[in-house]
């Protein structure tokens, strides 16, 4: 799921390449979506590329390609992106193998029963939709009791590639310790002036803010201090296949 805005800017620009083969000018977007500035384009298209709709050319002024649209456009324009990250496996009786990339202590029959605790589901990290305001949970789901601490925790279904040298990948559900608070280099979820929630690296520069992808074909981004909020910390994640 997309804003609304960035559903605006990339379907502006997939049927422009349609239409004449050209991406639009920075001009032509801030036009078409009625900005005033053409900052906002730019986070939109930061945005777009993170979440894997959109990617451009490096060392090609305006050079810029659709890689999928949202599945109620259209099913995906080009395969996923995988990576030689192999974390430990953990078996559960789930019916499904599961990797588990978490603190673990637990091994032989303990593994047996450690899928023991139920967390809720709270949705998709690249959805845009701050997590402060989702009421209900879209289900739960099974983690090792050993994987968590004192406090509340909740999990997020990750899309996009800009955390893959972290090990994160597309399709990955994240499971995050609820809190306010985070150190220099912790992994968070991070919402964007009250409307665009990511996971992404915190780095705290002088005054400044800077989320960090682990993926080198994005930038990192820079905010001042009142436009982050950090909801939590990444404590595990888990896969299934």
Same mark, same amino acid.
């Given at each position: ?63 810029m390609e ?12 080009? @395969?996923?992106?995988?990576? *030689? ?6 078996? /559960? %009786? ?6 588990? !990339? ?59 590639d800009s955390?893959?040298? @972290?090990?994160?990948?597309? *399709? ?6 609820? /809190? %306010? ?6 992994? !968070? ?53």
């Amino acid at each position: 799921m997309l804003t609304r805005k960035q559903h605006e800017l990339l379907m502006f620009i997939h049927e422009r390449l349609k239409e004449t083969g050209i991406p639009p000018s920075f001009d032509e977007m801030k036009m078409a979506l009625d900005l005033k500035s053409k900052s906002g384009i730019h986070r939109l298209i930061v945005a777009l590329e993170e979440r894997g709709f959109l990617r451009r050319m490096p060392n090609r002024a305006r050079a810029m390609e659709i890689i999928k649209l949202p599945e109620s456009v259209s099913p995906s324009l080009a @395969a996923p992106r995988s990576t *030689g990250f192999s974390p430990s496996v953990i078996e /559960g %009786s789930l019916g499904k193998k599961r990797e588990t !990339v978490a603190p673990a202590n637990d091994t032989g029959s303990e593994q047996e029963d450690a899928y023991s605790v139920t967390i809720p589901v709270m949705g998709r990290i690249a959805a845009g939709t701050p997590i402060s305001a989702i009421q209900t949970h879209s289900h739960t789901i099974p983690v090792p009791a050993d994987m968590l601490s004192s406090g509340e925790h909740f999990a997020l279904e990750v899309r996009g590639d800009s955390m893959i040298e @972290a090990g994160i990948l597309d *399709g990955d559900t994240v499971v995050i310790k609820k /809190g %306010s608070t985070a150190d220099t280099g912790d992994i !968070v979820v991070a919402l964007i002036d009250d409307e665009e929630a990511t996971l992404k690296r915190l780095r705290r520069k002088g005054g400044s803010i800077a989320l960090e992808a682990a993926n080198p074909a994005y930038e990192t981004r820079i905010f001042g201090p009142d436009q982050v909020s950090v909801q939590g910390k990444l404590i595990g994640l888990l896969r299934t296949y």
